[in-house]
């Protein structure tokens, strides 16, 4: 147990309304119990408590132990949320920290907040992560092959097309929800960029693609594949 960690778990008790926690244990469907604290108040606690924190082990070390040690769901937001500060933002060497998180979480909610945390170390050091990106989309766990997917959220033109395709390439045949819609997600991500390019893409795999990830990848988009 790290100080931090401590501070976080004791506010995130005061905070807790218990009405609240069988809802969202219920929608999340979620095995961990909830405290009964809404997200975005127990992420704001965690960044809050861990203001004037600069020392990235200490966050690693805080993160980790929340995480690990959690007896419920909100504890988890807020270890997320403390590896998405700026001392260990985009480093590389968190990377088992995100990874640990994703195969653990193996629920979208963990999965696709962490994701973000690989767009930051994709920016800052694409060359060493592409390759880890490429294997991760061939990995059996399906939560790790849909970090690969949407890992280039928010990219826009800084996305690099050619890992795109490289990510989605293996999971074209896939029927499992959570690998569609994170396909049809990325490719429509990508649409705000170059709408030209998913339209295209989506025509040449029009065969390979299943009807939710043609309709998410085409949603916002007026021209559509025949």
């Given at each position: 147990?790290?100080?931090?960690?401590?501070?976080?778990?004791?506010?995130?008790?005061?905070?807790?309304?218990?009405?609240?926690?069988?809802?969202?244990?219920?929608?999340?469907?979620?095995?961990?119990?909830?405290?009964?604290?809404?997200?975005?108040?127990?992420?704001?606690?965690?960044?809050?408590?861990?203001?004037?924190?600069?020392?990235?082990?200490?966050?690693?070390?805080?993160?980790?132990?929340?995480?690990?040690?959690?007896?419920?769901?909100?504890?988890?937001?807020?270890?997320?949320?403390?590896?998405?500060?700026?001392?260990?933002?985009?480093?590389?060497?968190?990377?088992?920290?995100?990874?640990?998180?994703?195969?653990?979480?193996?629920?979208?909610?963990?999965?696709?907040?962490?994701?973000?945390?690989?767009?930051?170390?994709?920016?800052?050091?694409?060359?060493?992560?592409?390759?880890?990106?490429?294997?991760?989309?061939?990995?059996?766990?399906?939560?790790?092959?849909?970090?690969?997917?949407?890992?280039?959220?928010?990219?826009?033109?800084?996305?690099?097309?050619?890992?795109?395709?490289?990510?989605?390439?293996?999971?074209?045949?896939d029927g499992e929800f959570f690998?569609?819609?994170?396909?049809?997600?990325?490719?429509?991500?990508?649409?705000?960029?170059?709408?030209?390019?998913?339209?295209?893409?989506?025509?040449?795999?029009?065969?390979?693609?299943?009807?939710?990830?043609?309709?998410?990848?085409?949603?916002?988009?007026?021209?559509?594949?025949?």
């Amino acid at each position: 147990m790290t100080a931090l960690s401590d501070s976080i778990r004791l506010a995130l008790r005061e905070a807790a309304d218990p009405a609240i926690a069988p809802g969202q244990q219920a929608y999340m469907k979620s095995q961990m119990p909830f405290l009964g604290v809404k997200v975005p108040v127990a992420r704001r606690t965690a960044r809050q408590l861990a203001r004037g924190t600069s020392d990235a082990g200490d966050l690693r070390a805080s993160a980790l132990d929340l995480w690990r040690g959690a007896t419920h769901r909100e504890e988890r937001y807020a270890a997320s949320e403390l590896m998405s500060l700026r001392p260990v933002r985009g480093r590389l060497d968190m990377m088992d920290v995100h990874e640990e998180m994703i195969r653990t979480g193996a629920w979208w909610d963990h999965v696709d907040e962490v994701s973000h945390r690989l767009a930051e170390t994709l920016d800052a050091h694409a060359e060493a992560l592409s390759p880890v990106l490429l294997s991760w989309a061939r990995d059996d766990d399906r939560w790790i092959r849909r970090a690969s997917i949407i890992a280039q959220l928010g990219r826009r033109e800084r996305t690099d097309v050619e890992l795109l395709v490289g990510v989605i390439a293996p999971n074209l045949a896939d029927g499992e929800f959570f690998i569609r819609k994170a396909i049809g997600w990325a490719l429509r991500e990508y649409a705000k960029t170059d709408p030209d390019w998913v339209i295209a893409f989506v025509a040449a795999h029009q065969g390979e693609l299943s009807a939710l990830t043609r309709r998410e990848a085409l949603k916002h988009l007026a021209a559509t594949p025949g």
